[in-house]
């Protein structure tokens, strides 16, 4: 199934009104760096639960999801009567191609568990550079694969296939420093990379902070 087609029937199939996976500690960890009035792209943006929050918060956000669906959902969200005139602006993002937004076009980008489901690692965080402004923010979380958590997931064989099942949609793994390897070797500096989430040894989740280099 092509790429398009599989998302919209991944949307088809989720039950509407469900709650993003640690919801509560990615919302604190995105409203914490975004300010009133600042333009917030919220990349694979789903069902727009955050682009609701960063709205509530007084930010702009712009919301950019590769499924119709999880677009007709985000607008739902957010409608006119709530969001002004226009209502939540939702893009489409046609996979393989440039963001639906111009360079240095916003001040915060919020990647929220998108990044393990992509191919092209270095073309998407690229993308990502060119639409902030220079020193713009970018915001990103991803599951943790964290040595301790290897470890544990190998003494037992159905976590450890599950996790590496290669029917899942996450094709990406990542470290704290293979993370932040990759945003500095793309242009980001001021890179911060915490694992959040569980025991020391064990944190579920990786949040990352980078600035938008000058080159």
């Known amino acids: 199934m092509a790429g398009s087609a599989y998302r919209e029937a991944v949307w088809q199939a989720v039950e509407p009104g469900g709650v993003p996976e640690d919801f509560e500690r990615r919302r604190t960890f995105l409203l914490e760096h975004v300010r009133p009035g600042q333009r917030v792209l919220d990349v694979g943006c789903g069902a727009g639960e955050f682009s609701v929050e960063l709205a509530r918060a007084g930010a702009v956000p712009v919301a950019v999801d590769v499924a119709e669906e999880a677009l007709r959902r985000a607008r739902a969200a957010w409608p006119a009567k709530e969001g002004?005139?226009?209502?939540?602006?939702?893009?489409?993002?046609?996979?393989?191609?440039?963001?639906?937004?111009?360079?240095?076009e916003v001040d915060v980008v919020w990647a929220g568990e998108v990044i393990e489901h992509v191919l092209d690692v270095q073309g998407f965080v690229s993308e990502l550079r060119r639409v902030l402004r220079p020193r713009g923010t970018l915001a990103l979380t991803t599951p943790n694969l964290g040595r301790m958590g290897v470890a544990a997931l190998a003494l037992r064989a159905r976590a450890l296939d599950a996790r590496f099942d290669p029917r899942s949609d996450h094709v990406r793994f990542f470290t704290p420093r293979t993370l932040a390897a990759l945003l500095e070797e793309l242009g980001f500096d001021g890179v911060s990379v915490r694992a959040v989430g569980g025991p020391p040894g064990l944190r579920r989740s990786l949040h990352a902070l980078a600035r938008r280099g000058r080159w």
């Open 84 to 104: 002004g005139a226009e209502g939540l602006d939702a893009r489409r993002w046609a996979p393989g191609e440039p963001l639906p937004l111009d360079d240095a």
